[in-house]
């Protein structure tokens, strides 16, 4: 880790880094926010930001999770969901 120039370290095995290839198999979502956050609790404001949704009509492909399958669940009033 120490011994490599910044910036090249090392993946762990079995996990992908943020900018490695995915492989096909693995299932996405599209969320889409259709609906403003502004004049929501700041609960379902926190969680369509951790979703990566800070703009109307934005679109952002995440992978389908448990985890983001219950924020999704959380704001499904305020976005648009599309299995890929």
Do not use: C, W, Y
């Amino acid at each position: 880790m120490f011994n490599q120039p910044f910036g090249q370290e090392e993946a762990s095995p079995g996990r992908a880094g943020p900018f490695e290839e995915r492989t096909m198999d693995e299932k996405m979502i599209e969320v889409t926010l259709v609906r403003s956050g502004v004049t929501r609790p700041e609960t379902q404001q926190r969680t369509l930001r951790g979703l990566g949704l800070t703009r109307m009509h934005r679109t952002v492909r995440l992978k389908d999770t448990p985890a983001i399958r219950g924020m999704v669940r959380k704001v499904s009033h305020l976005v648009k969901v599309v299995e890929k």
